[in-house]
């Protein structure tokens, strides 16, 4: 068993720390005749007995061109993924039950094209690429998130068939690469929520009743407090204006785990606290999130919500 995995890793690993870019050699591309293939090869055999049977000169010309065009075929079939460049890139998050994207880049410094690529990571998902003379192009592998936490991408089977579909040739992948599962959101009713004004503080930037003026905005507000009409206005280079009101509270929810029946099970309650994140935010409410061993304070904002639900997802009872 070690002897297996240490051929496996010499023989697709990715050469670097999984990052950089990754230039196919011919050490490791890998070619074998398709079943058509092998029929072809049946088919010129056949061929050849009867012309070497009835003497035919003209039988044997057309053999030994049909066998040739086979073998440039396999030429072209290599070519097609020799010198190929993989680029690793960044994965955005997604939710378990979704599928999840990595991104590779496809270069080409040829001045032929790369045609008909076949990438595949997970059975059944097959993307299918081809790269322009001297250009490249970017490809998103799909993998099911089935659940929560790091998903790693799996080794993809880089192969080409083209031209002739003659022979199949591939090369395993393992770039170092891994997208953020959060938990599945579960939609159900917001906690209570709080007021800062019924504590008896006044905050002149976080009330919705009466039309205060213009503040810039800051990484935490969210986009649906942005005053685009004003922004557009103004023909500086500043950052975008967010209204303030007075008069009113800013309404505060504390999202805790302890506020989830406890006999529910632990993913369960992650994801109706996922679900109360996304709701919270949908609601333009501030919210914070509490779990065992770890508190954020409430605020607003993508930011603030890529942070929560990043907690939720890596979160270890």
Partial sequence: MNIVATLQQKLFRWQ????????????????????????????????LLGAINYTLALGHALVFLLAGLGITGMVHTFRNLYGLIITPNRSEPVFAG???????????????PRLALELEAEAGQMVIAAVNAKESTKISIPIS??????????????ASRYPLGLFVAWSYL????????????????????SSASASGEQNADAGQEDFAGFRNRQPADSPRHVAWKASARDTAERPLLIKQFTGGGEIEMQLDWTLIDPDLPVERRLSLLAGWVLGAESAGCSYGLRLPGQEIQPQTGELHRRQCLEALALFQP
């Avoid at 670097?16 to 398709?34: C, E, K, N, Y």
């Avoid at 998130?145 to 880089?158: C, E, K, N, V, Y």
């Fill in 98 to 112: 979704e599928m999840a994207h990595f991104q590779l880049t496809l270069g080409n410094d040829r001045i032929a």
């Fill in 16 to 47: 670097s720390d999984g990052t950089a870019p990754l230039r196919l050699g011919q050490r490791r591309i890998f070619i074998m005749p398709t079943r058509g293939g092998l029929l072809y090869a049946l088919a010129l055999v056949v061929m």
């Fill in 174 to 193: 393992q770039p170092t690469m891994r997208c953020l599962v959060y938990p599945q959101p579960i939609k159900s009713p917001l906690p209570a929520p």
């Fill in 145 to 158: 998130a089935r659940q929560r936490g790091w998903l790693a991408l799996p080794r993809i089977r880089l």
